[in-house]
């Protein structure tokens, strides 16, 4: 049987038998008809059509090859190839590939207005992580790190947190827990401090839930943005975080399950540090006596990262203090999408 590629409207080459009657119906769009008026005089033969299932890729990616835009060209080459590669060697099942679809399918239904289970998907095989990792090396002047200071972003940042002053209290209400005051300088990447830098903090309740969760907390409770002063710092007071159960309730809870892990994010605080002519520091601090520091579910925790939160008496009532410094790199400050509004 005589073949010919034919190009779709997206400029994607694909296989189908020489018919003149049915040819007509593909005459649509221009490029179309050149496709097809170039390989009438050069029919492919059947060697062209998959003859094993190690024979499609080449032709997948020859499909893709013509994507104008290089980085996608490249990104989707490199992930259709990898895809391949993992069905032929884990020799993926019919039942396995519905499974797998269903489990895409339901990530994207149980995403909404409080939760984004694609990013959680995606934070619990480390995958979050790792991007952040590779994209934010440590800043020159962190001499002796090589541990990235970044961390990946979660799902439950919001924009517009509200802004404070100087040594304002982000617990809101009534929100009860140990009394933590936070304070730090934000660097540049040559040592010096940065006046003028936002530091946008966010966390759970000691109850471990975002105000986001708990029907029984203000609006924005746990969540504020601080300008850093002439000499590059910040000073807020809150409550100790509480390590808190990543959502379980969708796909992502249904995976931990048959994998046997366990949710429990160590206790942390959220920062996203930012300033004109600065990339975006995105990070976390961890408290050093987390219970689960060395097994976080989604993978956040490295070595920089790891504050002591010191207990201290004032006043007769337990502090918690936490002093912790950021480094930011130079280059254009790009801020990510909420996962949430
Ligand atoms: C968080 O720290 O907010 C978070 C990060 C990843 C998954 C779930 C929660
Ligand atoms: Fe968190």
């Keep these: 049987m005589l073949v010919q590629a034919l190009a779709d409207a997206s400029g994607a080459l694909w296989l189908a038998p020489i018919d003149a009657s049915q040819r007509q119906s593909y005459i649509g769009c221009n490029r179309l008809q050149a496709a097809c008026d170039e390989r009438e005089t050069e029919p492919m033969t059947s060697t062209l059509l998959p003859t094993t299932p190690e024979s499609l890729l080449p032709l997948v990616l020859q499909a893709m090859s013509r994507t104008p835009d290089a980085r996608l060209r490249q990104l989707m080459a490199a992930l259709t190839t990898h895809l391949h590669q993992f069905v032929l060697e884990t020799r993926v099942t019919e039942a396995e590939f519905e499974r797998a679809v269903a489990f895409l399918v339901g990530i994207g239904q149980a995403t909404g207005e409080t939760k984004n289970e694609v990013i959680l998907a995606s934070d619990l095989l480390g995958v ?25 972003l979660g799902p439950f940042w919001r924009q517009h947190a509200p802004r404070c002053a100087a040594g304002d209290n982000i617990a809101r209400g009534d ?43 203000p609006d924005m409770n746990l969540r504020g943005c601080f300008t850093t002063d002439a ?111």
């Design 128 to 152: 979050s992580t790792l991007v952040a990792m590779l994209n934010n090396p440590p800043s020159p002047n962190q001499i002796g790190t090589s541990e990235s200071h970044a961390a990946l």
């Design 175 to 217: 929100t009860a827990g140990t009394p933590l005051d936070v304070n730090g300088t934000v660097y540049d990447a040559a040592g010096q401090p940065l006046a003028g830098a936002l530091v946008d903090v966010w966390q759970a309740s000691p109850v471990g839930l975002y105000e986001n969760q708990d029907e029984s907390q």
């Design 231 to 341: 000499q590059g710092r910040y000073r807020l007071r809150s409550v100790h975080p509480a390590g808190y159960p990543v959502p379980t309730d969708g796909p992502c809870g249904e995976l931990l399950q048959a994998q046997l892990r366990h949710p429990y994010r160590p206790a942390h605080l959220h920062f996203m540090v930012s300033a004109p002519g600065h990339r975006v520091l995105i990070t976390q601090v961890f408290a050093d006596d987390a219970e689960t520091l060395h097994s976080d579910p989604v993978f956040g925790v490295t070595a920089p990262l790891v504050g002591h939160f010191e207990r201290v008496q004032r006043d007769g009532q337990e502090l918690a203090l936490l002093t912790h410094d950021f480094h930011l790199l130079p280059g254009e400050p790009v801020f990510p999408h909420p996962p949430i509004p």
